[in-house]
């Protein structure tokens, strides 16, 4: 594009489902939905492992810090589109724009971060359960989940510094419900090699490593638990780490998914609805997943109520 046609930047236009007056009632109560679940699902995880001590343990502790990251993955996009959706409105300010794609870098690799720090600790359980207690002590978790959150927000602020950097042409429609960064940078006038160059560095760096550690550490899992003797034994280890693969399935693939959609058509609603799916229902799934797959937290819970589940 040629730089005559930048302007300064006041306001983004997100297109997302706004565009079909007739769907937007059924889509604001169909998104309303999962974000209450999302959000109520989540706090009955966190309030479950600080009520019961049988829950102090670290899979726990990882366990409610991802329970915290998830409400705020989609409280960063969903209560905006609803408020748009109220309002009959498609714009959101320049600043909140760029606010809102640091916060979603920030929680989304936090995701990303915790569930590899989890397969760590699912590994140290089932292949070295002599020291585990000694090298996965109290100090390690709150380190591990510290490191984890000091990258997220280097990486966020380092992405939205980039895109400070950027001037802006005078179409402003984002295709989407909410800033999503590859949706920006196709706005932008100026050259975004740097930004893209930053951009598929920190997905290698930053998706790909814990991803490969995810993946080493269920290759070790799947070794300790062949070498297992008894078929019970064999059960117990493998159902320590199911809802946790469950989880990491879920959000990878969904990623994965969204990624794929989007090089294909780049420009696409398919890509925003796609999006819904790490961005909403993932998010929403978790708590389901581990709760109606573990007793433990089945117990809290109806130890929390007072009542049967």
């Known amino acids: 594009m040629e730089p005559g046609n930048s302007t300064r930047v006041s306001e983004f236009l997100l297109l997302g489902f706004l565009e079909d007056p007739e769907l937007q009632p059924l889509i604001f109560g169909l998104f309303l939905s999962m974000y209450l679940v999302t959000v ?3 706090l009955l ?3 479950a492992t600080i009520s019961d001590s049988h829950l102090h343990t670290h899979m726990y502790f990882f366990l409610s810090n991802l329970s915290f990251v998830d409400i705020c993955f989609t409280s960063t996009t969903i209560p905006m589109m609803l408020v748009n959706i109220q309002t009959q409105s498609k714009a959101i300010t320049y600043t909140g724009c760029i606010t809102q794609m640091c916060f979603f870098f920030i929680f989304g690799e936090l995701d990303n971060f915790l569930l590899a720090v989890m397969a760590y600790d699912r590994f140290l359980a089932i292949c070295h359960p002599l020291h ?3 090298i996965m002590n109290p100090w390690l978790c709150c380190l591990l989940v510290l490191v984890c959150w000091i990258l997220s927000v280097l990486h966020a602020l380092l992405q939205s510094l980039m895109m400070l950097q950027l001037s802006f042409c ?3 429609e984002i295709p989407h419900f909410f ?3 590859n949706q920006v940078v196709q706005l932008a006038c100026s050259d975004t090699f740097l930004n893209d160059m930053v951009m598929y560095f920190a997905s290698v760096l930053l998706g790909g490593g814990p991803l490969a550690g995810i993946l080493y550490s269920y290759c070790k899992i799947v070794s300790s638990i062949r070498a297992i003797s008894s078929a019970q034994g064999r059960y117990k280890a493998l159902f320590t780490c199911a809802s946790h693969l469950s ?3 879920l959000f ?3 990623g994965l998914g969204v990624y794929l959609s989007s090089a294909v058509t780049p420009y696409s609603h398919f ?3 796609a999006s819904v799916m790490y961005t909403v229902v993932t998010p929403m799934l978790n708590h389901f997943i581990y709760s109606l797959r573990n007793k433990d937290v089945k117990r809290a819970l109806k130890w929390v109520f007072g009542g049967q589940l």
Do not use: F, Q
Request: glycine content about 8%.
């Open 247 to 249: 989880i990491v399935s």
């Open 170 to 172: 005078r179409n402003l």
């Open 40 to 42: 109520l699902g989540n």
């Open 252 to 254: 990878y693939g969904t």
């Open 179 to 181: 800033c999503e960064r």
């Open 132 to 134: 585990y207690m000694v």
């Open 271 to 273: 890509t925003a609805t």
């Open 45 to 47: 995880i966190i309030l």
